[in-house]
T-cell receptor
């Protein structure tokens, strides 16, 4: 079993839809959870950062962490064509452990 | 502007040749990282460095070498021992282990 599992998609939705992106993980030591957005042939940019469990909201984006289920989600409300990108989840434990990334989900929002 | 600069944007390697990818940051970050990204494979860690003159192997270090002589710079050499070097290479930096900031990447191809 891989440490972080992420459905690669591709996922195609109409403009205005609510998008749900998910990752599961196996390492119960993970405490820091992130979502990165990567446009084609560009470097990933940090979208959301969450420590431990709970929800975090930033504009149209909501990140959820359920440590009991080892499951994290990113919701995008009122999706726009500019949201079309690959979304990567990433997580780490405390200390000096580097981030572990999911493989990324490719999202297309159709106008 | 603070950021991470990777150069060149595109690089071609002949068989048996070593090539070096440049990564410079002016964010005053202590840690720097190199990732390799293949289609559908997500990000895989090659090497990382948490302080000057020290670095650790990541998951796929074979065929690569790095140096960290200055805080701002973390060049990656792809040696002739790396038999499948074609990939998108990403450099990142961070103050801690959690929030990584990425450069714009270098696409390496084999002639």
């Amino acid at each position: 079993q891989k440490e972080v599992e992420q459905d690669p998609g591709p996922l195609s939705v109409p403009e205005g839809a609510i998008v749900s992106l998910n990752c599961t993980y196996s390492n119960s030591a993970f405490q820091y959870f992130m979502w990165y957005r990567q446009y084609s042939r560009k470097g990933p940019e940090l979208l959301m950062y969450t420590y431990s469990s709970g929800n975090k909201e930033d504009g149209r984006f909501t990140a959820q962490v359920d440590k009991s289920s080892k499951y994290i989600s990113l919701f995008i409300r009122d999706s726009q064509p500019s949201d079309s990108a690959t979304y990567l989840c990433a997580m780490s434990a405390t200390g000096n452990t580097p981030l572990v990334f999911g493989k990324g989900t490719r999202l297309s929002v159709i106008a | 502007d603070g950021g991470i600069t990777q150069s060149p944007k595109y690089l071609f390697r002949k068989e048996g040749q070593n090539v070096t990818l440049s990564c410079e940051q002016n964010l005053n970050h202590d840690a720097m990282y190199w990732y390799r990204q293949d289609p559908g494979q997500g990000l895989r860690l090659i090497y990382y460095s948490q302080i000057v003159n020290d670095f650790q192997k990541g998951d796929i270090a074979e065929g690569y070498s790095v140096s960290r002589e200055k805080k701002e710079s973390f060049p990656l050499t792809v040696t002739s021992a790396q038999k499948n070097p074609t990939a998108f290479y990403l450099c990142a930096s961070s103050m801690g282990q959690e929030k990584l900031f990425f450069g714009s990447g270098t696409q390496l191809s084999v002639l």
